[in-house]
Every structure is written in structure tokens, then in C-alpha cells.
């Protein structure tokens, strides 16, 4: 099984753009990156990480996006013990969001449209879910998170999320939504911030995957063949995983 | 001459909304309150401040208002010796911004439209004017300020100032601007956060004229007898005043 690390940059220091790893451009000889398609990567050794031990390859794969991505705000945003933390949407984002918050001993909870994913929320160690098409559980939840991480990437309106904030507290939203409107009001009563983020760079992700490994924090995962790829892209198309596919390269061998 | 202090309340705690000091319902006699321009003013003690001997009455009116609606995002956002701060807009709210910054030791500097406030700028103990107005102003400025503090009543769009906000920083918008858009890209580009805030409760703003007073910090005013209120309110309009008028009402006795 070939899992492919994460590159952000060929580390020349006379160009200006890194190579991304995925749809970027080989500046050896022109091809296209294929990322975690690839079979197999020449990389230089400062920009590939060493896969604890303690984490199996298929179910740490995801970490190294899903994974970083939630890291980088929970991680910014200084949340610990006893911060209170709502993850907005239970998919492959959300439930390492609501893993790694659990693992830096955050009070979580999960915000989700309907309420079949609270077993998976406590499961996953959330505290509980919140329906989102619930009007009351909505207005009982206002001003109750110091952080709430939006991870729907369907556009939507941020307002129903930013009234979960407390005070001083932050709304972070990861879905790439293009531009979004908020209500002046939403953000001034309560001094509410909202933000966003990307994904982290080489010591961030280092440092989160030592603690996914300290914490046994991996991604829930669909392992599959990788001559089942269409199988998966169209499950994925319907939402249809929990919560992240990984394709075995071995029977390419 | 009268100078009205700010209240918030009437303190009675079987009743859910506040007594607005202006333009509020007087709970005795169900007239309409008058706040600034009233002659005189009843209050239970804990609702008024003690005015510091050390600052002018008509020149620490406006801290009143303008003072603590500055302050509180300054101090929320932990503005210190060495932050980086840029206040936007230099109006009523704008100088006495800077005036807070500087003495909280912060290395601050104004964003304005045009030029011709750069002096008023240097004089308030700022480092200097960054005109909006100049595209090549605006991007060597990208990414430079801890904390923008955007004191723009006008609809304007906020992602030229974004985009002055350092990683990890904040821009708090202060006008009430309703619905504001904003590009997720201008966020999630060094997790910067958008955020805004309304006046302070009385802890905050005993704290604020203490530290004024401390630090000779007051409004720049014109001190107008109240008689030529309409000519004030005339000016206003025009954005012609540097920075507050204050009324002397001791031309009603």
C-alpha cells in the first residue's frame, strides 16, 4: 500500500511558487502533479514527514489535509481544556475536527441538519448534536461557543453559526464559499469574530501528526482498492462515506 | 455647563431591556430621554462615573461615546506596547482611537482617503498616514497591522483593509454598517478575523477614563454654546468639525 506524504514547496528558494503536489506543474520535466494518485513521489527529504508508528498508513492518509486543515484554527484559536467547541457538519472535516478538539480536552459539540449523526457525534466524543433545522435547539445553543468551526461546504448562511458564539468567541469557516455576507449586528453584539483558514505548513502538520499519534486520533475510513476509484468519486458525489475513502495502490503492483 | 454622563440601565432587574439614556422611555414618566441634551439628569449613583479632576469635563464628554467604543475593541483585542495597530478613518471615532493606541504603547498608524490629515496623524502620536486612496500605498502596507480598526461610517468595502491585517490579526469594523461581504479568501489567507463591537458596560468605561485621565488622553473638541446647536449640527453634516463639537449649555441659565 503506498501512502503518499504531503509536499507544500520544492524548497528552491529562486522561485517564487511552490510546487503543489496536486495539479501543479513537475519542474523536472513539465507533467502534471497527481498527488495522492500517484504511484509513487521523489521527494526531497525536509518535505516529507515520518509517519509515527503508532498510526496505521491508511487511516493517518487523511490527516495530512482533512486532518491539518482543522488543526490549524483549533490550534490558532488556542482551544484546550475546557474551551467550548462546536464542529458544524459530521463529515470527513468535521469528525477530525471533533476527534482532535475531544484530544485537546475540549467541551464539543456537533451541529448538524438532521439527527441521525448523534450516535456517531458521542461516538466520535462530542458531547451531543445540535439540529441545525431546529429553530429552539438553535436559540437554546446561542452565545454558548467559544469556538465554532464550520466545516459545510455547501453555501449557506453564516448567520445561524455565528449566533452559537460566545462572547469574544470566533466563527471559523473552512468551506472555500467565495464571498460571504454577514450582519454587522451578528458580529457587534458580542464582539463575534469570524475567520478562516487554510491548510498548515511543514511544523504545523509535523506537530499534528506527533499528537494524532500520542492521541490514537485517525480518520474514519472506507479502505478500497484502487480499481474501485469510479465506485468511490461516486459515492463521494452522494455524500456516501464515513468519512474518508482510501485507495490500496497495492493491486497496481 | 452641563456634561451629561453615560448610563446604560436603570438597574432593575425584574426588567429585561435597559432605559436607553437617548431617545429611551423614562420608566417614571414615560417621556421620551434625552441623553447629551438634557438640562439636567437623575440617576442612581451607580449608573453615573465620577469625572477625573485631572480631565477637562467638555473635552472628556466624548470619551463617553466615542472614547469607549474605541476602547473596547482596543482592549479586547489586547493592544499593548509594540502592537501594530492602524486606525482607519480620522473622524470623531478615528482620533480618539489613535490617541488610546499611542498611549497603550501601540506603533500605530492612520489609513485615511486623502492626504491632507497626515499632520493631524503625526500630531495625534501617529507614525504616519497610509492614503487608501494610492493602490501602491495600500500593498506595501499588506499584511503589516496587528489590529485595523475601521472607523469608516460610509459603505465601503472592507477588503482593502483586510488585506493591511497581519496573520492571525483582526479588523474591527465600528460602523454600523449592516450586511457586509467579505471574500473567504481574505480570511482564510493568514486566518484573519473580521469582527466588530458596540459601546462598553460601566466596568470598562470606569477603566477607560482612568486610564485617560492617566494619560492626558481627551477628545479634540470644538466647545460650542448650545444656542448654536443647528450651526453644530450643519457642520456635522458637512464632516466639518476636528474632531467632536461639545454644546456649553450654560447659556441657558
Request: glycine share 10%; net charge negative.
Amino acid at each position: 500500500m503506498a501512502i503518499t506524504m504531503a509536499m507544500t514547496s520544492n524548497g528552491s528558494p529562486w522561485r517564487t511558487r511552490p510546487t503543489l503536489t496536486y495539479d501543479g506543474i513537475d519542474r523536472h520535466d513539465g507533467s502534471t502533479t497527481l498527488g495522492g494518485y500517484s504511484r509513487e513521489y521523489v521527494v526531497r527529504d525536509r518535505f516529507a514527514y515520518a509517519l509515527p508508528a503508532a498510526l496505521d498508513p491508511a487511516a493517518a492518509a487523511p490527516l495530512l489535509c482533512a486532518g491539518i486543515t482543522v488543526w490549524e484554527p483549533l490550534h490558532a484559536l488556542g482551544v484546550g481544556p475546557g474551551t467550548r467547541v462546536a464542529v458544524a457538519g459530521l463529515g470527513g472535516l468535521g469528525h477530525l475536527a471533533v476527534k482532535i478538539a475531544v484530544a485537546l480536552g475540549a467541551d464539543t459539540s456537533v451541529v448538524s441538519r438532521s439527527p441521525d449523526k448523534a450516535d456517531d457525534a458521542r461516538r466520535l466524543g462530542a458531547h451531543g448534536l445540535i439540529v441545525s433545522a431546529d429553530p429552539e435547539q438553535m436559540a437554546d445553543a446561542r452565545d454558548r461557543f467559544d469556538v465554532v468551526l464550520d466545516t459545510i461546504s455547501a453555501p449557506h448562511d453564516l448567520g445561524p453559526y455565528l449566533r452559537l458564539v460566545a462572547m469574544d468567541g470566533t466563527l471559523s469557516h473552512l468551506g472555500h464559499l467565495g464571498p460571504v455576507t454577514v450582519e454587522t449586528t451578528d458580529l457587534l453584539v458580542g464582539r463575534k469574530k469570524l475567520s478562516s483558514a487554510g491548510s498548515g505548513g511543514r511544523p504545523a502538520t509535523a506537530s499534528m501528526l506527533d499528537f494524532c499519534a500520542e492521541h490514537g486520533v485517525t480518520a474514519d475510513i472506507e479502505l478500497l482498492p484502487s480499481a474501485r476509484v469510479n465506485e468511490a468519486l461516486d459515492r463521494l458525489r452522494r455524500n456516501d462515506v464515513r468519512y474518508r475513502f482510501v485507495l490500496d495502490m497495492a493491486d497496481l503492483d
